[in-house]
Each structure stands twice: as C-alpha cells, then as structure tokens.
C-alpha cells in the first residue's frame, strides 16, 4: 500500500508554467505506475498524464501532448508534472494516483489516490 501527496498547485495566468509535485510513501512506491488525472467543474475527471515503474513508458491525454511532461525522480520516490503554455482549460483539481502493472488511462485500474492539488489559470 502507498500513500501519494500532491502538492504546486495554485494560480498561474495563462501561457505560464507549474510544476506539480506527487510524493509517494509506502511499501516498494518504486514499483508503482503513477498517473495523473484532473477534474475540472462540471466535468468527468480525465486522464492527463502517466509513467510507469522504470520510467521508460509514458502516455499523455491528447489535450496535453506537447505541453505537459512527466518524470519520476526514484531518489526522492516523486512523480513530477511540468506544465508549460498553461490555459483556462486546463483548470482543475489534479491528482496522482498509483497502480501495479502497465501505464493505464482509465481510472477505476488506479488503487490509491492522493487528496488532490488545485490549478487555477486565468485569461
């Protein structure tokens, strides 16, 4: 079992940067997928980016590509989300979650979540 953390969320205006950080604690978190979801207003929550255990595999939501960059850092057993060219739409509560296996999209395969970190992007 593993715990996740996120935290760098806040306001940002559009066109700039965040980085969101996911800390993951527990037993072996080095074996984990870790993947990273949004939830705008309104709106189902939707896959935005995911990594597996070895860093090699990586996948992100189509309305991301070209914009947002996942890495693990196993030192510091972090998932990091960089993301750049920031715009309204990409408001939303952003969390990390953690799986054993392959780099998946859907949610329900994810077993643990963090609490989730708000991004706030104004026009």
Same mark, same amino acid.
């Given at each position: 079992?593993?715990?996740?953390?996120?935290?760098?969320?806040?306001?940002?205006?559009?066109?700039?940067?965040?980085?969101?950080?996911?800390?993951?604690?527990?037993?072996?978190?080095?074996?984990?997928?870790?993947?990273?979801?949004?939830?705008?207003?309104?709106? @189902?929550?939707?896959?935005?980016?995911?990594?597996?255990?070895?860093?090699?595999?990586?996948? /992100?939501?189509?309305?991301?590509?070209?914009?947002? #960059?996942?890495?693990?850092?196993?030192?510091?057993?972090?998932?990091?989300?960089?993301?750049?060219?920031?715009?309204?739409?990409? #408001?939303?509560?952003? /969390?990390?979650?953690? @799986?054993?296996?392959?780099?998946?999209?859907?949610?329900?395969? /994810?077993?643990?979540?963090?609490?989730? #970190?708000?991004? #706030?992007?104004?026009?």
């Amino acid at each position: 079992q593993v715990r996740l953390v996120e935290s760098g969320g806040g306001l940002e205006q559009a066109g700039g940067s965040l980085r969101l950080s996911c800390a993951v604690t527990g037993r072996s978190p080095e074996n984990y997928c870790i993947g990273w979801f949004r939830q705008a207003p309104g709106k @189902e929550r939707e896959f935005v980016a995911g990594i597996d255990n070895r860093g090699g595999d990586i996948h /992100y939501g189509d309305s991301v590509k070209g914009r947002f #960059t996942i890495s693990r850092d196993h030192a510091s057993n972090t998932v990091y989300l960089q993301m750049n060219s920031l715009s309204p739409e990409d #408001t939303g509560v952003y /969390y990390c979650a953690a @799986e054993m296996g392959v780099v998946v999209t859907r949610e329900s395969w /994810y077993d643990f979540w963090g609490q989730g #970190t708000q991004v #706030t992007v104004s026009s």
